[in-house]
Structures are given as C-alpha cells and as structure tokens.
C-alpha cells in the first residue's frame, strides 16, 4: 500500500482555497436548505393534520413522493428536468457584487423540499405525542387553535423532536454532497476535480472523510448541550434550579 | 324563568359510536349553586360535565351557559356548528378544572395561570402576574410561582389548576372528578379549596366519588345513571332517603 503521509497531512491542515471555499458552500447550504425544511416543514405538517380533505390530500401525495423517490434523482429533475422541459430554468442571481448560482439555488431548492418532507412527519409525531390533557387544558381556558399551538403544543412538541431534528440536520450536512452532481464546487466536488489532477484519491478522500467528520462532530457536541438543556422532561434551562446544599457530616 | 339560571341544558342526547352515552337529559344550575353530579362510572356524569364547555359535542339537544348557545348558532330555526373560534370565546367564562390537572408542562406556575388572561383577556403582563399570586396565595401555594408541574405534588398542582381556572374568572367553574387521581393524603387540600370557593359564592359543578363533600358542601346532588339523570335534591335528602333504587346501590357501595 502507497500512502502519501505528507500529501495527506499537507491537504489536511492546510487545504486549498478551492477546498475551504466548498467546505463553506457545504456549510450554507446545509443551514439554509435545513432552516427552510423546517418552515416548510411545519406548513406541510399542519396541512397534513388539516381537517380539510383537500389540504390534507396534497401533503400526504407530497410526503409519498417525496419520501419514496431518492434525492439525487430530485436534485437532477428540478435543476436539470424542469429546464430540459422549458419549465423552469434557473438563472444565476447577483445582488450586492455576490453571485447565487442557479445550480445553487436549485440545489438548495431540492435540498429544502426534500427535507421538508421528513420534517414534517417529525413534527406530526412531535404533536401527536404532546398529552391530549394539554390541548384540553388550553380548549376550556378559550384558547383559539392556532394559539393553542404556537403557546402550548408546538413548545412542548419541539422538546420532544428535538433528537430526531439534530438527525435530520446531521444527514442533511453529508447529502449536500449529492449537489456536486448538478456542478455545485462543494466539498466533494472540489476533491474530485483535485484528485483528477493527481490522482491521489486514497489521500483525498480520507482528508474529504474527515473535513465530514468534523463537521458532524462540532454538530454532536451541539446536539447534547442542546438535549440537556432543552429535552423534555427537565425543566425549561431558564428555570434556576434550586441544589440543596450538602449538610456537612459533623 | 323567573330564576337566575347559569347552565340550561335540554334534551341532551350524546353517542359514542353505537353507545348512547347521554339520553335526554334536561340539566339546570343557577347561578351561584354548587351541584355535585354523582353515579356509577359509565353513567354519563363527566361526559355531560364536558358537554357544558363543548370538549364534547352534543348531537341533538342545546346547552345554553350564561345566556349563549354553547358550540351551535341558530339559523332559521336549525342548529348548525359553530366556528371553532367562537366556540373558544365562549368557553373563557367556563372554567375546567381535570382529573388529571392537565398544568402547561413548559410553563412555571405564575405562567401557567397568568397565560390565559394576557392572551385572551387582555391583561397587562405585570397585572396578570400580581392577579396570579393574589389566587396563589388563596390556594395556599404562595412560595411556588416559580416551580414547574414536574416539581409539585398532585394535590399542588390540582391547587394550581384551580388557580389558572379562576384567573379568567369565569362564571361558572366545572370540576372533572379533581381528586380521583391523587394519593389519598392529597385529596383533603384539594376539597379544602372547594370548599372555600363555594362559600365565596361561586358557581361550582362537581363530578366527584367524594361523597363527604358532596353532603357538606354541595346545594343539590344530582345523580346520574345509564345516561339519565334518576334523582336529584338536596344532599340530606338523597343520603338519607334515596328514592331511586339505583342510588341506593350506588350510595351502598361507596358508603360500604
């Protein structure tokens, strides 16, 4: 076996600025497709629990396509398809001497639409699985639905898909990978095209694997300050609670 | 008609799929009477009890609570349901107090009771809260504005839920069975409350196995089976000569 120790440390510790600039699309996308997940994702919820027929149709067809078809096929369908088909073709947008690639965009775009999708099955679970004596309790105070939601419910429901949200958010960050195909320079298109040059893909992709792995473990370290803060079950992190002082032992 | 009446409840019919949980029942509370429903469990007694404030639908009947028509609107002389933000208008003069307590889990006490009347009456944030600890201090829990449910006691947090039911001061409070569910030792403090609002004039109706309150404290005992209403009157009356065989039985086995 060949492996290049120096090679391998030098990409490592100090990467190219081709690299640190996909390691930094990786980023965003990631944060901006699951921020929009999740907004989308409620909406998508709340019509999926809708009363109204027509509603609650539209998101469980959404949800089954969505779920049962595989990202990289939708990533290609909207950048790639809805052009071939004149429908929709994503052009490149500059504000303020920044340009947001249209490959970008319909990465991102494909990205959040998937993800809204497993979102919104977490949050239907997250409500259900709130006690049914909290909807009652706030129904006789008078509380209106939606307020019943945004105060009670959804507060609560956010503590209990707190774990399964930090899963999502852990998958998103490695499926980002998955945009290289429409030709976004992430991280793993940028070792490819490295590695093309050089052909030291044993080197490169260890040091891909590991820019990976760092990323999901910062996540980690976030995930368990969060749960022990926020799961449910303990009280709210504002809550200062009162430690007994040991009685010493005379 | 002459009477002051708080609750009129006509005819009132409920099913849950092929089981007739209400039939017919005609059910009246004036204002300022504490009403203590009792009966076998299966009798229909909580069922009416959530009919009131419409957590339960009813399917033919109408239930009238301070002079509105609760969950239906009348048009040309049919009933048809409700939107379901008016019905949450009308349900803030009715307050509930579960078996189960039911406190807002991600909320400390002086949230869980100041919540409602901020949002829904209107009340200044500083207001709500001092009117909260004024009802934390009357059910006897002054030092726990800070606590979150987890961290009370049953009967504290039945205390609690009374408190955020009278922070909308409703007309009318309804209590679903608010001690079956508490460890023995905990029952007395609970009825201790109960007890102190129906002397302070309020309109109170009571499911309860408590049959010890039921004689001391209630105006009128109306018991309940198969869906009916079998008897009702003053406590002295249905404790000491019950009419109804069935209240017989009933008043055999929980006595002993």
């Given amino acids: 076996m060949h492996f290049d120790w120096a090679y ?37 919820a709340f019509a999926r629990m809708s009363p109204n027929k027509f509603l609650n149709f539209i998101a469980a067809s959404y949800i089954w396509i969505i779920r049962g078809t595989p990202l990289l096929v939708q990533i290609v369908f909207i950048y790639t398809g809805l052009a071939a088909a004149g429908l929709v073709r994503f052009e490149d947008i500059t504000a303020f001497g920044i340009t947001f690639p249209g490959n970008l965009q319909a990465g991102i775009l494909a990205l959040a639409i998937n993800e809204a999708a497993y979102m919104a099955e977490i949050y239907r679970a997250g409500i259900s699985a709130v006690d049914r004596g909290q909807f009652e309790a706030a129904k006789a105070l008078g509380m209106p639905p939606m307020m019943l939601m945004r105060h009670i419910v959804l507060p609560q429901a956010f503590r209990i898909i707190l774990l399964p949200v930090g899963n999502q958010f852990n998958i998103m960050l490695k499926n980002t990978t998955l945009v290289s195909v429409i030709g976004v320079s992430e ?64 | 008609m002459s009477e002051d009446l708080l609750i009129e409840a006509t005819g009132v019919e409920k099913w849950f799929g092929p089981v007739k949980v209400l039939d017919r029942v005609d059910f009246k509370v004036g204002r300022g009477e504490v009403v203590v429903l009792i009966g076998p469990s299966g009798s229909g007694k909580t069922t009416l009890l959530r009919c009131i404030n419409h957590l339960e639908e009813v399917q033919s009947g109408r239930i009238v609570v301070n002079g509105s028509l609760i969950g239906y609107r009348e048009r040309n002389g049919k009933l048809i349901s409700d939107k379901e933000r008016n019905i949450a208008v009308q349900r803030r003069d009715v307050g509930m107090v579960f078996q189960r307590f039911n406190l807002f889990a991600n909320m400390n006490v002086l949230e869980n009771i100041s919540l409602a009347p901020r949002l829904l009456r209107g009340t200044a944030k500083s207001k709500a809260e001092e009117q909260a600890r004024i009802l934390l201090t009357r059910v006897g829990l002054p030092e726990k504005e800070n606590a979150f449910p987890v961290e009370l006691s049953g009967g504290q947090q039945q205390r609690v839920a009374i408190a955020r039911a009278l922070a909308m001061q409703p007309a009318v409070l309804l209590f679903d069975e608010p001690t079956s569910a508490l460890d023995p030792e905990m029952v007395g403090e609970v009825l201790a409350v109960m007890r102190d609002l129906a002397t302070s004039g309020m309109t109170m ?50 006595l002993h």
């Fill in chain 1, 8 to 44: 391998f440390w030098a990409q490592l510790i100090t990467p190219s600025g081709a690299f640190l600039a996909g390691l930094g699309l990786t980023i965003i996308m990631s944060v901006t497709a699951q921020l929009l997940g999740f907004i989308f994702g409620l909406a998508v």
């Fill in chain 2, 205 to 254: 109706v009571v499911v309860t196995h408590e049959m010890g309150f039921a004689r001391q404290v209630a105006d009128r005992v109306v018991v309940m089976a198969e869906g009916k209403i079998i008897e009702q009157g003053a406590p002295e009356q249905i404790f000491t000569s019950p009419a109804h065989p069935k209240t017989r039985s009933l008043l055999a086995a929980v």
């Fill in chain 1, 187 to 250: 991280m793993l298109l940028v070792t490819e095209t490295i590695n093309s040059a050089t052909f030291r893909t044993f080197e490169l992709y260890s040091v891909l694997g590991i820019y990976f792995l760092l990323l999901t473990s910062l996540w980690n370290i976030f995930m368990m300050w969060a749960e022990k803060h926020y799961a449910l079950g303990r009280p709210a992190a504002k809550a200062p609670r009162a430690v007994p002082a040991l009685e010493p032992v005379q």
